[in-house]
Each structure stands twice: as C-alpha cells, then as structure tokens.
C-alpha cells in the first residue's frame, strides 16, 4: 500500500499545550504504516502558509495544523481549491473550527481521527478577499480580537477580561448591510456587532451563529443589537447555550454574501485574527473549496454530549501529561546513574 505524505505544521509560541508533549504523541501514535511524515515549526507570522504551498508542491496529501484558529486559517488558506487536506490538532485558546467540526481537543484522540478519517469537502469564507473558515466580523468582536492579540496572556479569563474592559467604553456603530442574492435587501442597522459564520462559533463553546454548516453553501448572520448591563447575563446564555436565534437582542439571516458599509474605516476579524480595512466590508461564501479531515457531525454538542467529551478529553491530557512526566523521569534517571558511574570510575582506587 501506498503511503500517504503527511506536514505537521506548528507554532512553538502560540496555545495554551506544551508542542513537545503534543510532538511526542505524533512520533508513538501515528499510523506509520499509513503515512509517512515530517514535522516543521514557524519563525514568524505567515510562515505557516509558506510551508502549506510548499508541501502543496512537493505533493503532500495532508497538512496538519497543530495549533489554534489562527495557524488553522495560515494553513487553510494555501490548501483552498487542490487536492491536500487540512487536518488539525487542536490546541489553541478558542479553537472554533476544531469543536465545530467535533475534532477531540485532545492530541491522542485527534491523532486517531487523522489515522482512520477521510477528507470530506468544506466551504469557505472570505471577507474583503481575506479567506476564513470559521467566523468573520464587525463591531465589538473585531475590537476584542484586535485587543486580544495584543494581549501577553492566551486562554478564556484573558479573552473574558478583555470583553468586560472594553464593554464599558464601547459604542455601537451604524452599518448599511446589502444582502447580494436571489432577493437582494438593504437594511440599516445600528448594532453592538454583526458576525458571519461558516461554523458555529467563535471559540470555547461560544455559538454566536449556532446553525452554521460548513458543507451548506451559505453564511449564518447574526447581527447583535445594542444593550444594556441588565440584559448582559441572557446575552451570555444565549451564545452558550446555542439559543440566539430565540434572543430578543440577535436577528439572523443566512446568504451568500453580503456588503457592509460603515461611517468610517476600522478593523475586522477573521478566525480571531484582526485586520484594518476601509469602511466597506465585502463577505462571500466559497462552496466546497478546501479538503478537511473531520467528523462527519458538525455544529453545537448535545448538551450532555459535551459534558461526556470534557471529562474524556480532561482524562487524556491528564494521561499525556503523565506520559511525558515518566518520560522526563526516565531520561533523568538515566543521566544520574550514568553520572553515578562516571563518578565511580574516578573514585576507584588506580592498581599500583
């Protein structure tokens, strides 16, 4: 049998897994009568699309994203419309794209999906000719990526501290929004944010387009209107629940692609990542254009689902943990007796 070719690509600085245990885990449980591989980390910002078309080149079927959102859309991107497939070791601080397509969050779990998946065909977005795979955006969103990407620390309390500082200060701005299909619409709205996703959410289980598909042809819409701090904690249940369809606050929509105009220029986001445009925000759906090695489920867990999923996913990085801790012991163990010996040698009375 013909083995495949397999790049894991990843950022030694990015997430919140240490890479050496995660590295570890791809040498012992990749099938390596299935694939042959080679592993290569990022210098620098963009470096990551650079080896994807490289290996794209060199006839690689598969390249791996060991990493967050951010290096997944790096990597997404040189692989769009050819015939390598993404695949992903989820490790990031939110992780959208992962915990849409159902992708464990646990290395050993996602390295067993890559052995026994196949590729199956996926959409794409793009905003202002910028491509992503998870979720785009304007307003409070946009801002919060911009300022979380400047932030020292990664992770939920980091994105959550962020999301209550700027919160106080924050003003919603008016945007003329043109729905461009079948039944072309215009509509202006004042909103707190409007977020378009090709996937359910933006990260860390927070569904801010729960009834995303990413093999639907179309982009979810949610627009959030402005609110008060009283009506804070149902915002939050509802983009954790799922339920923002049923918010008095949201409306929803799904097209192909949509113009936003705004009062002035700004940033915007795209898988997380922020980006300065003009006031004119341009937002399409690319059908079927990337190959991705995933679940055949997609969207939000079942509730009870996902309780199961945490505590199996908390068990395994537990395990690995302790994998790489005996392994650490083992080679200290190994250098002091090897010390001890050398020691030894030198005590050893010489024979006159």
Not at 25 to 35: A, G, P, Y
Not at 111 to 128: F, Q, R, T
Not at 307 to 333: A, D, G, H, P, W
Not at 334 to 342: H, K, L, N
Request: aromatic fraction near 8%; include cysteine.
């Amino acid at each position: 049998m013909l083995k495949k070719k397999i790049l894991f690509i990843y950022n030694p600085i990015s997430g919140i897994l240490g890479k050496k245990m995660i590295l570890s885990q791809i040498e012992s449980k990749l099938d390596t009568h299935k694939f042959t591989y080679v592993i290569q980390k990022t210098q620098y910002a963009g470096h990551a699309t650079e080896l994807a078309r490289n290996a794209v080149r060199e006839g690689f079927d598969i390249v791996c994203a060991v990493g967050g959102d951010g290096t997944v859309n790096e990597i997404g991107r040189a692989l769009i419309h050819t015939t390598t497939a993404l695949a992903i070791i989820p490790c990031g601080s939110g992780n959208g794209l992962a915990r849409h397509l159902h992708i464990p969050l646990d290395p050993i779990r996602a390295i067993d999906l890559i052995n026994e998946g196949e590729p199956m065909l996926m959409d794409y977005g793009v905003i202002n000719l910028h491509p992503f795979f998870c979720t785009c955006g304007v307003g409070f969103d946009a801002i919060i990526s911009e300022k979380f990407a400047k932030s020292k620390f990664r992770g939920p309390l980091s994105y959550l501290e962020n999301v209550l500082k700027t919160s106080l200060n924050y003003n919603s701005e008016t945007y003329d929004i043109d729905i461009v299909d079948e039944n072309e619409e215009h509509s202006v709205q004042k909103a707190f944010l409007i977020s378009c996703g090709n996937a359910s959410q933006y990260g860390n289980n927070v569904y801010i387009t729960p009834q995303a598909s990413v093999r639907d042809g179309l982009l979810d819409v949610t627009l959030m209107k402005p609110f008060t701090v009283i009506d804070a904690p149902q915002i939050a249940l509802h983009l954790l629940n799922g339920t923002v369809d049923d918010g008095a606050l949201f409306s929803t929509f799904r097209c192909r692609s949509m113009s936003i105009h705004r009062q002035k220029p700004g940033v915007v986001h795209f898988d997380g990542d922020p980006m300065e445009t003009s006031s004119d925000v341009e937002i399409a759906v690319v059908p079927k254009g990337l190959q991705c090695i995933c679940s055949q489920k997609e969207g939000v867990y079942d509730p009870v689902e996902n309780v199961q999923n945490t505590l199996v996913e908390q068990f395994n990085m537990m395990y690995v943990r302790s994998e790489e801790l005996i392994k650490v012991n083992k080679r200290n163990n190994e250098r002091i007796v090897e010390q001890t010996r050398d020691l030894l040698k030198k005590l050893k009375p010489r024979k006159k």
